[in-house]
């Protein structure tokens, strides 16, 4: 597939409703994908971003390569400052934030840190 010979980053904002954003390099292994669902048996990172849509990337579960490739991805998601949260039975977000990958979970969303208002 062409796809897999590409370099593909994805823009991510780091902090929410504001301009700072890092890119993160998509590993060749992975696919960025438009569906909501990911398919049977993959596993799927939603990378929430106000300002151009949400990025969704998918592995497949079974296969090591594709699960070392997302371990790494949301290893360097993670140290960027977005924070993993398992989503649930029927898509309902939790507010389980991550703390190790879990290659079994369907969907994690990642979201960017809030600036909090002090007061």
Known sequence: MPWKDITMFVEVPV??????TVQIQIPKSLQV?????PPPKHGMFFIVNWK?????VVWDSCSLIEIQAAKEMFD????EGLKPY????????????MEEFDPMAEQVMFLPVS????G
């Not at 994908?33 to 669902?37: K, L, M, N, T």
């Not at 398992?86 to 934030?97: D, E, F, H, P, R």
């Not at 600036?115 to 002090?118: A, C, P, R, S, V």
């Open 33 to 37: 994908v438009d569906e909501v669902v």
């Open 76 to 79: 360097n998601l993670k140290k």
């Open 86 to 97: 398992k989503i649930g039975i029927n898509g309902l977000a939790t507010s389980q934030i």
């Open 115 to 118: 600036l909090l208002k002090g």
């Open 15 to 20: 902090i929410d409703k504001c301009n700072a």
């Open 52 to 56: 151009d849509g949400d990025k969704r």
